[in-house]
């Protein structure tokens, strides 16, 4: 039973390490607004999302890092993804909320502006980031074409990298 729940674990890693491989493949991303801009993560990444709740600063961290937050036992860093991507700082609305993300060592905590919606996108209307950007080194995993619109698909691996 125990082997069986580890293949279902490492399937989905592997599902968010690589989000997709076939043309026609189905991939499940959670979409939000940072500023004017939608972005998307895979949703097997996602461990909860939360309205905004009290957090502690930390004295002499990155302008980003607002902080660390209590979380059912677990102190979890929080980043302003505002700041992280050189917008002005967030400003808490009644949309605002907390994105908690899980990777294969690290868990934090985002703030966004606002959420979408759950997207399902096929892997062949993913194209890669452009060539501006360092594919190896930067956040973003690719650019997903809509009918109305683009969004830009993160690296959660790379998003959640303590660089602080």
């Known amino acids: 039973m125990n082997d069986k729940l580890n ?8 599902q968010v390490d690589e989000p997709h491989k076939k043309e026609d493949d189905i991939i499940q991303l959670v979409g939000f607004i940072i500023g004017q801009e939608e972005y998307a993560v895979p949703i097997l ?3 909860e999302i939360i309205k905004p709740i009290e957090y502690t600063r930390v004295p002499s961290v990155t302008t980003y890092i607002l902080g660390v937050f209590n979380l059912r036992g677990s102190v979890i860093p929080l980043i302003d993804l505002r700041s992280k991507f050189k917008m002005d700082p967030s400003k808490v609305t ?8 899980k990777g294969s060592d690290n868990t934090a905590g985002f703030v966004i502006d ?3 919606e759950a997207i399902r996108i096929k892997s062949s209307r993913i194209g890669p980031p ?4 360092h594919a190896e080194k930067g956040m973003v995993y690719g650019i997903g074409m809509r009918d109305e619109n683009i969004l830009t698909i993160l690296k959660v691996e790379q998003l959640l990298k303590r660089d602080f």
């Open 7 to 14: 293949q279902i674990l490492q399937k989905q890693q592997q």
């Open 45 to 47: 990444s996602i461990q």
């Open 94 to 101: 009644e949309d605002t909320r907390y994105i908690v993300m």
């Open 114 to 116: 606002r959420l979408t």
């Open 130 to 133: 452009p060539e501006t950007i």
